[in-house]
């Protein structure tokens, strides 16, 4: 059985394709034991600049192959004319791909970087499948829904942004290992000290600029109460004797020890991206919100607010005082530490990727 993934620019993306393709694989092994594992072949689609998601990719030991696409604004650009050339050209690659691969199905997750991909499957009449993640479904999988054969959803309030005959409620999937991490491992690779909070920021996996430099200045104040590890993004990461402590860790980009790293996390301060927010849900991680502006993900940190007890900030309002009073009065109390994971934990879904895997599976 082959089967194409594709996704967006970031990892966040990438995490929900992975755990379906996990849960198929066991699929295949559970209804047909004489199946191998090696035998549900994968093949990933994505950005020919996309470094983290390829990073992610390969460590699963799938293949990995970049095409063009242009980039689809709500805006007046004159590059949504240059870009239209770069759709037209990634569908003519896409269509070598698929007759090369031969797939079953594709699964995708939104991007852009889908819709010239889907384009070429619909017109070679193969079975095509969207996840979405968001609570606002983007313009990629808008465009590509009325090609879809299912579509599934994280949240009921994306049920009528589709077509409900063939739009199904599944939750967001979360890759297995999650589970398997260890805060002892990430104590000993950072050196943290035992009984000292521990704060996690991530920016995504591009990083986020802003969110870095929020954080840059309060570096000094943070270690008098807590350590921290600060995913600043590729090539975002700075060097300044201000930040040079045992107490702040800063590293660019992390895969495997991720998983260990959100175990040792007493707090996290991240965007509201859907795949980071629903893996650190489904381990009751406390967080702070700082979504990307005028962003998708405004629209997920608000759902998240109103249902559950988390800390929302606006970027264009915040500024750096006022987020070290909200982590040391976060961090600083454990009981509304329990209280917010706990709250987080009820908006998941849980076996996401399973129900997601055993729908692909069915249709085709």
């Not at 006022?322 to 009820?346: A, C, H």
């Not at 998941?348 to 599976?361: D, H, T």
């Amino acid at each position: 059985m082959k089967i194409i993934l594709s996704g967006g620019g970031t990892g966040g993306s990438v995490m929900p394709l992975l755990a379906v393709a996990e849960e198929i694989k066991k699929q295949c092994a559970k209804d047909a034991p004489q199946m191998r594992n090696s035998e549900c072949e994968f093949l990933f689609i994505g950005t020919r600049k996309g470094i983290p998601e390829k990073k992610l990719v390969q460590e699963k030991n799938i293949l990995y192959r970049s095409i063009y696409s242009g980039k689809l604004r709500r805006y007046f650009s004159f590059k949504n004319i240059t870009d239209i050339f770069f759709i037209l050209f990634g569908f003519i690659q896409s269509i070598f791909i698929i007759l090369r691969f031969k797939p079953q199905a594709i699964f995708s997750a939104g991007g852009f970087v889908a819709v010239p991909l889907s384009l070429a499957g619909w017109f070679l009449r193969i079975p095509i499948f969207i996840h979405q993640q968001d609570i606002v479904p983007g313009l990629a999988n808008k465009i590509i829904a009325p090609l879809s054969k299912k579509i599934t959803v994280s949240f009921g309030v994306s049920l009528k942004s589709f077509n409900p005959q063939k739009t199904i409620l599944t939750g967001n999937p979360v890759r297995p290992d999650i589970f398997e991490g260890r805060k002892e491992r990430a104590i000993k690779k950072f050196s943290l000290e035992k009984g000292l909070p521990t704060l996690l920021i991530i920016g995504g996996g591009t990083g986020a600029k802003d969110l870095n430099d929020l954080i840059f200045q309060i570096v000094p104040q943070l270690i008098d109460f807590c350590q921290i590890i600060h995913l600043t993004g590729l090539n975002k990461s700075i060097i300044n004797e201000k930040l040079n402590h045992r107490r702040y860790h800063q590293i660019e980009f992390l895969t495997k020890e991720i998983i260990d790293v959100y175990q040792a996390a007493d707090l996290v301060v991240c965007r509201a991206g859907l795949g980071t927010l629903t893996e650190l849900s489904v381990l009751k991680k406390p967080l702070i919100l700082i979504p990307i502006p005028d962003s998708h993900q405004e629209a997920n940190a608000e759902y998240f607010k109103e249902k559950a007890d988390i800390v929302v900030l606006s970027q264009k309002k915040i500024i750096a005082k006022i987020l070290l009073k909200q982590i040391k009065n976060l961090i600083m109390s454990p009981d509304d530490l329990k209280r917010t994971g706990e709250s987080i934990y009820q908006l998941i879904q849980l076996r996401a990727g399973e129900k997601i895997s055993k729908i692909i599976l069915k249709e085709i």
